[in-house]
């Protein structure tokens, strides 16, 4: 029987995921509770092995690629990552580990104005760039338009952590595509005059996800109020319904910025009533 290749990935995927338990096992029950002088193991064989799986899938992950109602989400599987940078600005840090357990979806492009009309959107401003054409991003959005459009559609704006796991998985990459900034393969640093580009155009920049834009095009909202680092969904930052002008996080730089913030860890915000020429958004949708 011939194999698909994702199962062949996965084979291979369980192989060096055993590989590296066994590796990290002498470190696992040789750690001690220092607290109570004893020997009593504090490190245990399966979180050595979730950390392995986790490293040898985002190495090995081969996009997949779905359609709902017309549009495009690829598929991101459960798992942890360190989320921030230790080489960033004070507002990445501290760097932390955060699981995500359950599978998602995240659009593969930023919402563009023909998907916002088409799924019943509603702006209290006129885009800046649509006269451009239909498949440019939608901007001038605020936090709450672009939230209700992904309602629309069954599903949500990304955490701050969904997004940055989306972007840069396990492996910790700076970039979306690797560790090191390439010409060509985002939209940014664009002076006055210039515009976001059509998504997909820079199809070189995508993850490991197969998400595309992630860095550049434009800021995207996501669902995060914007609090300090360490990462915890359940402090209240992911209250949906938080009330009041907070600002909430963007993510991912724009046309308009510097590389440097294209970077996967780079974070910013908003008061969520912004809307602008140079953020837009994406939706996610989860399995359960």
């Known amino acids: 029987m011939i194999q698909s290749p994702r199962l062949v990935v996965a084979h291979i995927t369980t192989v060096v995921a055993f590989a590296l338990i066994f590796l990290c096992l002498p470190f696992a029950v040789t750690a001690q509770d220092v607290s109570s002088g004893g020997t009593t193991p504090t490190a245990s064989v399966e979180v050595a092995a979730t950390a392995a799986l986790d490293a040898s899938v985002a190495a090995n992950w081969l996009p997949v690629i779905d359609t709902f109602d017309g549009v495009p989400m690829a598929s991101v599987p459960a798992g942890c990552f360190l989320m921030g940078s230790a080489d960033g600005t004070p507002n990445e840090q501290p760097v932390n580990e955060v699981c995500l357990a359950s599978d998602f979806w995240i659009d593969v492009y930023e919402v563009t104005h023909d998907q916002f009309a088409a799924f019943g959107g509603v702006a209290?401003?006129?885009?800046?760039f649509a006269d451009i054409g239909g498949t440019l991003p939608r901007e001038r959005v605020t936090w709450f338009e672009a939230r209700d459009l992904c309602a629309?559609?069954?599903g949500a704006l990304p955490s701050e952590a969904e997004w940055e796991y989306a972007a840069r998985g396990a492996a910790q990459h700076a970039y979306?595509?690797?560790d090191v900034f390439l010409p060509g393969v985002a939209v940014v640093s664009l002076g006055p005059g210039n515009h976001p580009e059509a998504v997909g155009e820079r199809a070189d920049g995508q993850s490991w996800v197969g998400a595309q834009?992630?860095?550049g095009n434009l800021w995207e909202w996501v669902s995060s109020v914007y609090s300090p680092y360490p990462y915890a969904a359940?402090?209240?930052r992911e209250d949906i319904n938080f009330k009041g002008d907070v600002p909430r996080v963007i993510r991912g730089g724009a046309w308009s910025y510097s590389t440097e913030l294209a970077r996967s860890a780079a974070r910013s915000s908003r008061?969520?009533?912004?809307?602008?020429?140079?953020?837009?958004?994406r939706c996610v949708r989860h399995t359960n």
């Open 176 to 178: 979306p595509w690797g």
């Open 152 to 154: 629309l559609r069954g």
């Open 124 to 128: 209290g401003r006129a885009a800046a």
């Open 271 to 281: 008061p969520p009533t912004t809307e602008t020429s140079d953020i837009g958004f």
């Open 234 to 236: 359940h402090d209240g």
């Open 213 to 215: 834009d992630l860095a």
